[in-house]
Nanobody, 124 residues
Framework: VQLQAFGGGLVQVGGSLRLSCAAS????????MGWHRQAPGKEREFVAGVSWSGGAGTYYADSVTGRFTISRDNAKNTVYLQMNSLKPEDTAVYYC?????????????????WGQGTQVTVSS
């Protein structure tokens, strides 16, 4: 299974970025997908998740609710994270991950496969 995340970069406060994660090697639509992030000196944390294609449910960390939107395109085996109104505290390496089941989980340890990460830096 391979996950490749891209779309990170440097953006000013209040700006937007769209992250993408292309998956291969398993039946993409059968599993939940998630985005997580890790800032320097901090533990990796859950950001957003989307359930399998049949459920289409989403869930967000409180810190990004109302600003970030996760979505998936099963035809392209790709999951997206649209990030708006970015803040300096959103600066981190962002990782996409594929879940062990069809349902969203928050615990990072419950994800089976991980992408390589993409850096997001928000400057003030």
């Amino acid at each position: 299974v391979q996950l490749q995340a891209f779309g990170g970069g440097l953006v000013q406060v209040g700006g937007s970025l769209r992250l993408s994660c292309a998956a291969s090697g398993r039946t993409f639509e059968d599993y939940a997908m998630g985005w997580h992030r890790q800032a320097p000196g901090k533990e990796r944390e859950f950001v957003a998740g989307v359930s399998w294609s049949g459920g289409a449910g989403t869930y967000y960390a409180d810190s990004v609710t109302g600003r970030f939107t996760i979505s998936r395109d099963n035809a392209k085996n790709t999951v997206y994270l649209q990030m708006n109104s970015l803040k300096p505290e959103d600066t981190a390496v962002y990782y996409c991950a594929s879940g062990r089941t069809a349902n969203i989980v928050v615990l990072t340890t419950n994800y089976a496969y991980w992408g390589q990460g993409t850096q997001v830096t928000v400057s003030s």
